[in-house]
């Protein structure tokens, strides 16, 4: 039997940190709570003095606390890559390695956050101005998209097809009315949007 059960038993998946802490986080918590190891990892404990005399029972709770926290801290080292451990200088104990995890990226995260509002406010108010070459239009609005791609942005190609057809100057309405009525918007490349209106600029 024990063979059997030896054969059948599969070491839990460790999730891999991949830069999206909030679910990295979560699913690291519940895999430390399953394994009765989260307690160590909230809490933490504390050395006793060197002078200080401690209870048979007492050292029996310094010494499990100790345990589960290296087990909690192994299984911390494997979920988190080694170029990332180098940069974190407090990792002595679980608690010390989740706590330095947490400021340096929930804090991030943030900040990412509030880039991507100001992102998506500056793509929102994006218009070609007078005079401007499709070209340099295009550019500024590749720059946008691709900043907020960056930051975790659902940016397929027919929301930045649609905002530039929207957003040309009136020199390019009847183009733009050409386009709706012959082809597919929902299938329409940014790269085939620019080239139709490229034709269209140099005729003009």
């Not at 999206?20 to 909230?42: A, C, F, G, P, T």
């Not at 003095?49 to 010494?63: P, R």
């Not at 801290?73 to 608690?95: C, G, M, P």
């Not at 500056?122 to 070209?135: A, N, P, R, W």
Request: net charge neutral; with cysteine.
């Amino acid at each position: 039997m024990a063979a059997e059960y030896s054969s059948n038993f599969t070491q839990p998946c460790v999730p891999k940190f991949d830069g999206d802490y909030d679910h990295w986080s979560l699913i690291m918590e519940n895999l430390l709570r399953s394994k009765e190891y989260w307690s160590v990892v909230q809490t933490g404990y504390k050395e006793p003095g060197e002078e200080e005399v401690l209870s048979t029972a007492y050292q029996k709770a310094l010494d499990d606390a100790k345990l589960k926290d290296l087990k909690a801290k192994n299984y911390l080292f494997q979920s988190i890559d080694k170029s990332i451990l180098k940069t974190i200088t407090r990792k002595e104990t679980a608690k010390q390695l989740w706590e330095s995890m947490k400021v340096k990226y929930q804090g991030n995260a943030r900040v990412q956050q509030a880039q991507l509002q100001r992102l998506r406010r500056s793509f929102k108010i994006l218009e070609m101005k007078i005079g401007e070459s499709i070209t340099d239009y295009f550019r500024r609005v590749m720059i946008v998209a691709n900043d907020m791609r960056n930051c975790g942005e659902d940016m397929p190609d027919v929301k930045i097809v649609e905002k530039v057809l929207r957003t040309l100057t009136e020199n390019f309405n009847y183009v733009v009315c050409s386009i709706e009525e012959s082809k597919d918007i929902d299938q329409l490349m940014v790269y085939e949007l620019q080239s139709s209106l490229l034709v269209h600029e140099q005729k003009v």
